[in-house]
């Protein structure tokens, strides 16, 4: 039983004393999926299989558990590349019956997708919570900023800037922010890419409207970090000017020497060039 595997297995367990029963038992039956199969249908284990659960939904402390215990599994699958089985086992969660499914297993799903270059099925994932009617068992989960970074710093890193600046314009639409270090990463792959002028585009709209972190790179903002102590910053000043000041360069090659030069005045205003 799992309770007698969870006490067998206690002493060799390096979680802390005062952990949450509930989720020191995720936890091990995690570890144990690598060493049996389970069939869900209403049910969890079904009778005789090595981990034999209870049924969902007699109690909430149950429902607790299948929710801690699928969304585990899903990212357990999806931290070792098993898209599919990853993808099977969030279908397993319902958010009608209770047992929810959580961002953090979406992400992890989107992550493996992505890493694997299966775009179709990041794609497909992403889209499902805007389709309530054909998904109701995602409940009122939604992509969050965290979403978004991992697919567009991945399509930059592919080189597929299409659908990095799709996602980047839905996210403005949807009312996210991404990180700064997606707009980084964007815009120095436009770069290498020699297409500074969309890495301008970029650039400027982190400037203006800021990211998940911050709400502008504005002067000011800018001036007003680099005045702190570096163990006092609550970000790398550093790797944001020089971002502007590649951007710069490359604006000059491409004979953008206007727009470079604007580059330039912002990086000036404060010190810097």
Known sequence: RVRGAVRAGAMASAAPVHADPLQLEASFVRVAKGQCKLRSDGIIGDVGNRWQLLRIGHHTDEKRFATQFFNGVVCWSAEEGQVAKADRWLGKLDSTRGVEPSIEAFNALLRAAVKQ????????????????????????????????????????????????????????????????????????????????????????????????????????VVRNTLFLLRSQRSWPVEEHLALVAALAEGLAQEGNTDTSNEWLAYLVAFGGG
């Open 117 to 220: 270059g299966d775009w179709k099925k990041a794609d497909e994932v992403f889209e499902r919570p805007t389709t309530p009617g054909l998904h109701p068992e995602l409940g009122h989960l939604q992509p969050d900023n965290e979403s978004y970074d991992i697919l567009i710093q991945a399509a930059s890193e592919a080189g597929d800037f299409p659908r990095a600046e799709r996602y980047m314009r839905l996210a403005s639409e949807r009312g996210r922010k991404v990180s700064r270090l997606t707009f980084s990463r964007l815009a120095y792959a436009l770069l290498a890419a020699r297409q500074p002028r969309r890495a301008h585009h970029w650039v400027q709209t982190l400037v203006f409207n800021g990211c998940s972190k911050n709400a502008s790179y504005s002067v000011r």
